[in-house]
Each structure stands twice: as C-alpha cells, then as structure tokens.
C-alpha cells in the first residue's frame, strides 16, 4: 500500500529479483484537488504543524512530485542510546542498513564518486577553513528526476512482475480466522469494497495514513491483534528548523568557495555545517545542521521568473520585457560565468544572508497520531495529530548550533555573525518561532518486542505474521537528516528478508 518513494522502491526492487509485486495506491495517477480532501479533513491538535495538511500527497507519486530530492544518511550516533533522549533507542545500527544505503543509490543512480563527502572535498580543493572539531563539513546530495512515478516509469511499465493500481484506498485489513496473519486488505467501502489478498502486506503509505489503518478497526469490524500496543501511534516526530543568525560575509571569495552549492554530472550538492557526534555526547545535544540561506533582491526573483517562463515557452508582459531581460542577464552572466569556472551554483550576496538550523526533537510518548470520531468518504476515522515538542533540550541545542555557527565563521574571517536576542534568550518564545519541516517520522517504531515498539527489527508488525511497515513511522529517534534516504534504505532491507521468505 503506496506508491510513494519508499512502495514504489521497494518494488521496483522486489520484482527486479522475480518477486510479484502489487502496488496500490489510494490517489490517482497524477495529483489533482479532489484527492487531497482526505488530508484537508485531518484534525490537527496541540503544537502548529503546517505539514498536517500541506506536506502530503495523494496520487502514484507521493511527496516526489514536490519534494526537492534531497538524500542524507544518518550518523552513526543517530542509532546509539542517548539517555536525553528518553528510551529512544534503535535496535539496529548503522552497519544494518549501510549495505542498503549503497543499493538505493544505485537505484537512484548517484554517481557512485560522489557518494563520499571527502572525495567530493578533495575534487573541488575546497579550503581549508571547512575542517572544524564541533562543526563538520558536509554534503547533502539532489536528485536530478526527483519523481519517482518518473524515474521509475520503465521499471513500473515493463516489468511484468508489478501490477500498480491507482485510486485503490484500501480501508482496512482482513485477517485470517484463527491466525496472527493478514489474508486481504480491502479496498472501497460497502458494496462496492473489494478483497485483495496477499501473501505479504506492506504499509508504504505514509506515516499518517499507515498508522491510522494500523489504528482502524478489520474489515470485520474487530480490534486487530496489534490494537493493544501501547507505542502504536505514540512518539509522533518531525526536524524543526529556524534561523539562528544573520552573517555578512568577510571574505567573499572564501564564503563562496565553502558555501555556494556545488553542481558536480548534474547533480546538485549543498554544502552545510552538522554539529559533530563528539559535541553531541559531550553536551548532551541533538543532532542539527546549520544552511546559509540567501535572501535574494526583487529584481533576481524576477529575473528568474522570467527566465522559467522562457523555459516553458511564455511570453512575458512586453511593457517589462526589456527590464526583465536586462535584469536576466545581470543574473545570467556571473551565474553561468562562476559555474563554468568553479563548478558552484552563485548565490547573490547583495539581499540578507541567514543561517538556519535544522533539529531532531526529543521523542515523547505524548506526541500522537490518534483517531478522531469524524469520518471520511471512506467510512473510516479521520487523523487526529497532537504533536507534542519537550522544549528544553531542544533549546539548548539550538543555542549551542549558533554559538558554534559565530565562532566557526568569525574565527576564520569568513562572515561576521549576528545572532538576534530571542536566540540568546531561549525560553519558549524561541521554540515557538521554529517550524515543523513536512518530515514525518515515528508512530509505528521499530523496537525489540511489544514493550518498546511497534515493529521488529525488520520492520514486521507485532502480533502479526506477514504484515510490514516501512517508512520513517518506524523511526524511534531521528537525527537531523531528511528522513527520506534512510526510510527508503530500510524498505530496502525489509524488502530483502520478504524475497528471501517468497523465494525459499
């Protein structure tokens, strides 16, 4: 179920290796309004979280028709007990999924050396000034195609071993008689609802809407042996993410050099600053990453403006075509003058220049995903998410990441930094002012047994012989990575062990 980035991956991957693969998902082959109202209807409780409603999306597709194809593994440090943290420990580590790693980026077809951010270093002479024992140096990777309904059309139209459905929502799920097993998952609602069984079931289909299914009641209108588990729809995360400094650069030429995007066969690289594990441990902090954002001037939102519609034929208003061209051009020149030479991405530097930080929260039990009493077309019960944010370790966090931020650039002449009160402050005024980023992660994690978690290692259910989730709902703590890479890389592995199973 879901044929977003990790369903259509995963299948993709399954039937490379003779599996037959059904693929249902519950929106249309391309995203249009009327399909979003079940997402409209959720009820959203407690902290403000924008991408309740916004960040998901319903067609074959999922998120990739809009995200920005952004991949970043998590550290090492992500998996180990940190007793700040609460009980959010993995029960896998980083060795468990590195294998995985390397396989999507082989299906995502990453230019396999620059896939190590050392090479990448090395490759582009990048100053010296970039190494730092608090603040790391690093790369984050974009996809070129970043939809994968796209990127994965071939596979999705010629392989016989997968079969996609589209505007399938499966409602909810039959099991067998007698047994801990899944026989079929129903689709529709009422007389026109349809079994489907399965020999194994998989929930692809996004945090929310997996754990909700998870939460629903069977097609026989009983509580499902897994209903009792008391983390299921428990330890809701998402990153928050805020500025934390404006800078004025010192050196522009060095400011360029380590901060401007890197665009290296076609594939752009971001580079970032990440609070080193070592910092982490020693002052009991979160995991963050630190990106200058440049706040571009009118005249170079216009310019590209226009340049887009050139792109896709459009004529612009002829009153302002010769300011516009004018204006592209200014844009245009040094743009396409310092990536020929350098390889880099220009930024203008002439608008306000801000650091932002991107944060994992501290995982509680309180933050959920529940079932509200109001029903949708479907029949079934509407999402109610109250996301819950503890506040103290978080702050902390985001003080020592600016702290560090004016101390890095400062100390070596790069920018000047300044980093407004709310942020020396701290308090609640400053957690209020920080956002959710549409990363949805935990409500079905991953734990040893039923006392801590939803599901096994290999991400099947507890209580249930053939039923998998996959997607970061299993996330029992989250780093500060984009939790896409990783959601897909552990698809990958449960992927591995459900092959092995069909294949004995």
């Not at 945090?207 to 809701?236: C, I, K």
């Not at 990783?486 to 698809?491: E, F, Q, S, W």
Request: hydrophobic share 45%; aromatic share 8%; proline share 5%.
């Amino acid at each position: 179920m879901g044929g977003g980035a990790v369903g259509l991956l995963a299948a993709v991957y399954l039937a490379s290796q003779g599996v037959r693969v059904l693929v249902l998902e519950a929106g249309p082959e391309q995203l249009d309004q009327s399909s979003q109202s079940i997402f409209h209807a959720a009820v959203s409780r407690g902290r403000k979280h924008s991408g309740l409603h916004q960040g998901r999306f319903r067609a074959l597709g999922g998120t990739t028709n809009f995200w920005g194809g952004q991949l970043v593994r998590f550290d090492r440090t992500v998996f180990a007990a940190r007793p700040w943290l609460g009980d959010a420990a993995w029960p896998i580590n980083l060795e468990d999924i590195e294998p995985f790693y390397a396989e999507c980026e082989t299906l995502l077809g990453l230019p396999g050396e620059l896939n190590d951010d050392r090479t990448v270093i090395r490759r582009l002479q990048t100053p010296s000034e970039h190494c730092d024992a608090d603040l790391e140096y690093f790369f984050t990777r974009w996809l070129t195609e970043k939809n994968f309904r796209y990127r994965f059309a071939r596979s999705l139209e010629s392989n016989p071993n997968i079969t996609v459905i589209t505007d399938a929502p499966v409602t909810s799920l039959r099991m067998h008689s007698g047994k801990a097993d899944v026989a079929a998952v129903t689709i529709g609602l009422g007389p026109k609802a349809v079994d489907v069984p399965a020999r194994h079931v998989v929930l692809a289909n996004g945090t929310v809407e997996l754990v909700r299914l998870l939460l629903h009641q069977t097609t026989d209108g009983e509580a499902p042996p897994w209903a009792g588990n008391r983390w299921l729809g428990h330890g809701f995360m998402d990153h928050l993410e805020g500025t934390i400094a404006s800078i004025v650069p010192l050196d522009k030429k060095l400011f360029r050099n380590l901060f401007d995007n890197v665009f290296l066969q076609g594939m752009k690289l971001q580079p970032r600053l990440k609070i080193s594990e070592q910092r982490q441990l020693r002052d009991e902090l979160l995991g963050a990453a630190i990106h200058v954002k440049f706040e571009a001037q009118e005249h170079v939102q216009n310019a590209k403006i226009f340049l887009a519609g050139l792109l896709k034929g459009r004529l612009s208003n002829p009153k302002k075509i010769t300011s516009e061209i004018w204006a592209a051009a200014r844009l245009g020149v040094p743009m396409a003058w310092h990536y020929l030479v350098n390889q880099r991405i220009w930024s203008p530097m002439n608008g306000n220049i801000q650091l932002r930080v991107m944060l994992e929260q501290v995982p509680l039990a309180d933050s959920t995903i529940k079932l509200s009493e109001a029903l949708d077309k479907y029949g079934m019960r509407v999402a109610e998410l109250t996301w819950a944010v503890s506040g103290e370790v978080e702050v902390r966090t985001i003080q020592a990441a600016a702290a560090l931020a004016k101390q890095y650039f400062e100390s070596r002449g790069i920018a000047q930094v300044t980093i407004p009160d709310q942020v020396l402050a701290g308090g609640p005024e400053l957690l209020a002012s920080f956002v959710d980023t549409f990363h949805h992660m935990g409500g079905a994690r991953m734990g040893t047994s039923e006392s801590n978690g939803v599901v096994d290692p290999i991400g099947r259910v507890f209580g249930c012989n053939n039923l998998y989730v996959m997607g970061a709902a299993v996330f029992p703590a989250s780093g500060f990575a984009n939790p896409t890479f990783t959601a897909m890389a552990l698809a990958l592995r449960t992927a591995e062990v459900i092959r092995q199973q069909v294949q004995q």
